[in-house]
């Protein structure tokens, strides 16, 4: 059965081939230190299932430390021109779409349809794995088919091109999974019960108005300062959605938690915790307002979360 | 009480704009010694938060073809098709691309977008291809403005679609948290249902702002002149 983990094998390795350019690049400015982030995140994603927990534990806060206390930066990688791009275009045409187009489309054959492959009577695709194995696979032919087309004369070029890009997102390549690593540690340490208890006491136990706006805003502000409304939605339920508004006001359960879950997502367009969605988009596109995202978001989830507590209102109580 | 401090860390942090990589491993070590917790058990936390979470950032594997694609100008021929869809507007086709990563999401296709895969490489480009079009050169400002309205349409997308989906994560949170903890049986079709009104409420608002882009893009130009 073909799972996920060779995927991050392909991940990691690619973080790696990226560090060890790096290190060969005499003009970075900060040649080793960048160099050593990336190949221990590399090295970091491959191991991942293979060394001891605490082992992987002091490798990641080590690679954040070189980030964190600014010991990286971004090198000059040599490309194209604008003319020359503007010539290249011109020539290959719509030629150009099809390996970035192949993308989608084999991830979506593979996610579609892997689930249905048997080898002998076995799943070829372990299951759960399809959406991520179908990006793996995606990724391989959109090379070889963009290898075929494009034919440059050093193949590897694409390494030194998904370089550039990769130092453009630079240490916000690791937020994300530093921010789930927290999510664990503040459950842990028992941060969601202590918040559960406050809210608890605060809530008014007659005004259903009241109580769903608790409800709603808690997921939202919960989930701005987690980064993720899965961390705010146990908590604020087991607080208020399930006693308050479905033990006490007889509240239809699946409308009230399905639209408790959205309000908190309108939080998550709000939150630079969110990294994965708000921070790291900025950096790959290379803006100078890091934040400028976020700000862009905040009109409509303002709007869309007044629309949730609208609905938390009337649907589940009829 | 004293655990929330680590929250406080977070917010501090943030807000004192500190890199953010520091201060969420600050705000976690912090919360976990005041929890109680070993070194030996922060580190594991670390790892093994690390290693469940390694999906996240699997996007980036596209970047090699993309950048390869972008050497060759797939950038400028994204450009180059717009500028010739003369009633394509630059909000106009990000309301449509909006509508796709909404529907491709409903159907649990979420990796099908993203910044690594469309934004970047098509989705901002076609953008601001429609904006030379009507308006000849783009100032840096206008750029900016575009940019951040092409991820935020692809963030926004992919939240309010993939929750009207059975099998996403939120869904089956939802149904595995509440059916475990208060002995309901809640299907998690009877959840995702639940998901499409604010799905399309969403739709009709971020869709009318951007439908407004067009105008602040051009009161943007103006002004400069």
Not at chain 1, 52 to 66: D, E, F, K, Y
Not at chain 1, 251 to 257: K, L, Q, V
Not at chain 2, 11 to 17: I, P, Q
Request: hydrophobic share 55%; aromatic share 8%; with cysteine.
């Amino acid at each position: 059965m073909i799972g996920a983990e060779w995927i991050y094998w392909l991940l990691g390795g690619f973080f790696f081939i990226v560090g060890v350019q790096i290190a060969f690049d005499r003009v970075h400015p900060r040649r080793w230190t960048t160099a050593a982030f990336w190949c221990l995140l590399g090295a970091s994603i491959c191991a991942g299932n293979l060394v001891p927990s605490w082992l992987l534990g002091a490798v990641v806060i080590l690679t954040a430390l070189i980030a964190g206390v600014g010991l990286t930066g971004g090198g000059t990688i040599r490309t194209t021109s604008n003319a020359e791009r503007e010539a290249s275009a011109a020539r290959l045409r719509n030629l150009l779409f099809i390996p970035a187009l192949t993308i989608p489309a084999v991830t979506v054959v593979v996610a579609l349809g892997g689930g249905r492959l048997s080898i002998g009577g076995r799943a070829l695709l372990a299951p759960g794995s399809q959406t991520l194995v179908g990006l793996g696979v995606a990724t391989i032919a959109a090379l070889v088919v963009g290898w075929s087309i494009l034919r440059p004369k050093n193949p590897a070029v694409a390494f030194s091109e998904g370089r550039r890009l990769l130092e453009a997102i630079g240490w916000a390549a690791l937020l994300p999974q530093l921010l789930a690593t927290l999510g664990l540690l503040f459950t842990q340490a028992g941060v969601g019960t202590q918040v559960g208890t406050i809210v608890h006491h605060i809530v008014p136990e007659h005004s259903r108005v009241l109580a769903v706006l608790v409800y709603a805003l808690g997921m939202a502000a919960f989930t701005i300062v987690m980064g993720n409304a899965f961390a705010a939605f146990p908590i604020m339920t087991a607080a208020v959605g399930w006693p308050i508004l479905v033990q006490q006001m007889g509240a239809n359960p699946a409308p009230m938690f399905a639209i408790g879950m959205l309000a908190g997502f309108c939080g998550t367009l709000c939150t630079p915790m969110a990294a994965n969605f708000n921070l790291v988009p900025p950096a790959l596109l290379e803006m100078r307002d890091r934040y400028a995202q976020i700000k862009t978001q905040i009109p409509t989830a303002i709007l869309l979360f007044a629309v949730n507590v609208g609905l938390m209102l009337i649907v589940p109580f009829r | 009480m004293i655990v929330l401090l680590g929250v406080a860390l977070v917010v501090a942090g943030f807000a004192l704009r500190f890199n953010p990589l520091l201060v969420v491993m600050v705000a976690g070590i912090v919360s976990a010694l005041l929890g109680g917790l070993s070194p030996l058990h922060i580190l594991e936390a670390f790892g093994s938060g690390f290693a469940a979470s390694r999906s996240v950032t699997l996007a980036f594997l596209v970047l090699p073809v993309i950048g390869l694609l972008e050497r060759y100008g797939l950038q400028q021929r994204a450009r180059a098709l717009v500028s010739k869809a003369a009633s394509l507007t630059a909000g106009r086709l990000l309301v449509a691309y909006l509508l796709f990563r909404q529907v491709t999401a409903a159907f649990g296709l979420t990796s099908i977008g993203g910044t690594p895969q469309m934004v970047r490489p098509l989705i901002y480009p076609m953008a601001e291809g429609a904006v030379i079009r009507t308006h000849g050169a783009v100032p840096e400002a206008v750029t900016e403005t575009i940019k951040a309205n092409a991820a935020a349409a692809d963030t926004i997308g992919v939240f309010f679609g993939e929750d009207c989906f059975v099998a996403i994560g939120s869904v089956l949170l939802i149904a595995a948290y509440v059916n475990a903890s208060y002995h309901l049986k809640l299907d998690p079709l009877q959840i995702a249902i639940w998901a499409v009104p604010t799905a399309i409420a969403a739709f009709l608002i971020h869709g009318f702002r951007l439908l407004r882009l067009d105008a602040k893009v051009a009161r943007m130009i103006d002004d400069r002149r």
